[in-house]
């Protein structure tokens, strides 16, 4: 299974289009977004992909009501955290926690107790892939770009047990990390 993790897209419609035709060139069989589409017509953009679409709100994103009803039957977006399975592997989704620190502060601590093989966050627009103990901490960085280096997103490819960060306008790897 191939999964691309994405965070922070924050209405950025361009880069939201350099995703969908990356997604498109690699096939991907499901999008978790982690937060911060903000605005149904982005929302929209991840949907016309046709692939299944998994994700939690984030603290910018207005309207979840309207976001809710634009889903239509490829997509569910749930209130952070949650907790879920991805291909075997027990996951929690989380977007973060007012400051960046505490919300690394408090992955650190999640990833520290042991109970997942993988937490997912976004909210600090900066990529991480980190192990503590037999748990995987990943966030993707942010889609917009915005107040970061570069546009980013994670991949994780379930089959090779790989997570990669990947430069949304180069496709380069970033960084790579296997599983096990």
Do not use: C
Request: glycine share 8%; no cysteine; hydrophobic share 40%.
């Amino acid at each position: 299974m191939k999964v691309v993790i994405v965070s922070d897209s924050h209405d950025n419609l361009l880069n939201v289009g350099k995703f969908a035709a990356y997604v498109t060139s690699i096939g991907v069989d499901l999008i978790i977004h982690l937060g911060d589409y903000v605005s149904p017509f982005t929302l929209k953009k991840f949907l016309s992909l046709n692939v299944r679409l998994l994700g939690v709100f984030g603290n910018n994103d207005g309207d979840k009501l309207l976001l809710l009803k634009s889903l239509g039957d490829i997509g569910v977006i749930y209130d952070a955290p949650l907790e879920t399975d991805i291909d075997g592997f027990k996951t929690l989704l989380l977007h973060g926690f007012g400051s960046r620190e505490l919300t690394e502060k408090v992955v650190r601590y999640l990833a520290n107790s042991s109970g997942y093989d993988l937490i997912l966050y976004g909210h600090t627009h900066t990529y991480n892939v980190e192990k503590y103990g037999s748990t995987v901490v990943v966030n993707p960085g942010t889609l917009s770009g915005y107040l970061a280096e570069y546009p980013t997103i994670a991949v994780f490819d379930t089959k090779d047990l790989s997570i990669s960060i990947i430069d949304i306008d180069s496709h380069k790897v970033i960084k790579n990390i296997i599983l096990k």
